[in-house]
């Protein structure tokens, strides 16, 4: 089965750039997107077709793509940015999630 | 405001039944495909299965194909995820959630329920 990785874990101080990977073989050829869950709550978009963000969510957030990786990049970090990330994409008429990012403010 | 809420969720055993629902309030339900991701405990997003608007494409992942059935009742906004032939790994919070509008044709998903939770367990 297609499977998207991601590093498990981001750490990141308050007001610097975190950025997180996803990596698929077949990404060059489709579009993702990124979720966001903090815990005990549903996850949000943030950012889809590689590089479009939903309104109302803060320009902080932006993504962009190179071959077979999108990157999620989160500038200016703040605490309320503290959740599990998950990128996703659509393959063979299915959802394909990542693995999951924690991200860490510290 | 637009919100999906999900019911049904409970204790089954293994090899045993439920049936999930979600009911859409806020926006024209009919126009959109919506689906169900699950997540286990502790454990990230996966994909279960999606409906498009009109009924006439249904997905399934793998590990669910031939065992669940999705449904759809646009007058009643409501979505259905008839749970066969349970396995303790189906355990996890199962979320309702509606695909984007997009002139591509991709699922991703703009509004989350809150989930209800299934655990199967003998």
């Known amino acids: 089965s297609y499977e998207l990785t991601q590093p498990p874990a981001v750490s990141v101080s308050p007001g610097q750039t975190a950025s997180i990977t996803c990596s698929g073989d077949?990404?060059?050829?489709?579009?993702a997107c990124w979720y966001q869950q903090k815990p005990g709550q549903s996850p949000v978009l943030v950012i889809y077709?590689?590089?479009r963000r939903p309104s109302g969510i803060p320009e902080r957030f932006s993504g962009s793509t190179s071959g077979n990786t999108a990157t999620l990049t989160i500038s200016g970090t703040q605490p309320m940015d503290e959740a599990d990330y998950y990128c996703?994409?659509?393959?063979?008429?299915?959802?394909?999630f990542g693995t999951g990012t924690k991200v860490t403010v510290l | 405001e637009e919100l999906l809420v999900e019911s049904g969720g409970g204790v089954a055993r293994p090899g045993g039944s439920l049936r999930l629902s979600c009911v859409a309030s806020?926006?024209?339900?009919?126009?959109?495909?919506v689906g169900w991701v699950r997540q286990g405990p502790g454990k990230g997003l996966e994909w279960v299965s999606g409906?498009?608007?009109?009924?006439?494409?249904?997905t399934y992942a793998d590990s669910v194909q031939g065992r669940f059935t999705i449904s759809r009742d646009n007058a009643k906004k409501s979505l259905h995820l008839q749970m066969d032939s349970l396995r303790v790994e189906d355990t996890a919070l199962y979320f309702c959630?509606?695909?984007?509008?997009?002139?591509?044709?991709?699922?991703?998903?703009?509004?989350w329920g809150r989930g209800t939770l299934v655990i199967v367990s003998s």
């Open positions: 959630a509606r695909r984007a509008m997009s002139t591509i044709p991709i699922w991703y998903f703009d509004l």
């Open positions: 806020g926006f024209n339900f009919d126009d959109y495909g």
């Open positions: 409906i498009n608007w009109n009924v006439a494409t249904t």
């Open positions: 077949r990404l060059g050829n489709t579009y």
């Open positions: 077709q590689d590089d």
């Open positions: 996703q994409t659509w393959d063979s008429k299915t959802a394909v």
